[in-house]
């Protein structure tokens, strides 16, 4: 059973770091694409980043590129985030998501496998 696992969220103050890992089990993805996916209250989910199956290329949405960093360990089936400089803007659920194919697109869609999300909450 492919299972993806988040952790790593929780309360922090605006300005603040948090690291988000996505620890994968079931198959390996070290050739598979995977991605970062966030939703706040009342809105949709939204792409936050993707890496590719070599991790050699990285794609951010707008509202996170250069306070975030997407990141990824095949030895160990994981993939992170680090999230810098939060803002009130970025409290959501952030769900960690791999794809069947090598490069990761922004789209939901994009996606096969998803994990439940772990809570991000930045208070101002």
């Known amino acids: 059973q492919v299972q993806l696992v988040e952790s790593g969220g929780g309360l922090v103050q605006a300005g603040g770091s948090l690291r988000l890992s996505c620890a994968a089990s079931?198959?390996?993805?070290?050739?598979?694409?995977m991605g970062w996916f966030r939703q706040a209250p009342g809105k949709e989910r939204e792409f936050v980043a993707a890496?590719?199956?070599?991790?050699?290329?990285?794609i951010y949405a707008n509202s996170v590129a250069g306070r975030f960093t997407i990141s990824r360990d095949g030895a160990k089936n994981t993939m992170y985030l680090q999230m810098n400089s939060l803002t009130p803007d970025d409290t959501a659920v952030y769900s960690c998501?791999?794809?069947?194919?090598?490069?990761?697109?922004?789209?939901?869609?994009?996606?096969?496998?998803w994990g439940q999300g772990t809570q991000v909450t930045v208070s101002s």
């Open positions: 998501a791999a794809s069947l194919a090598t490069i990761g697109g922004r789209r939901v869609s994009d996606y096969f496998y």
């Open positions: 079931g198959r390996t993805f070290g050739r598979n694409a």
């Open positions: 890496i590719s199956g070599s991790g050699g290329g990285t």
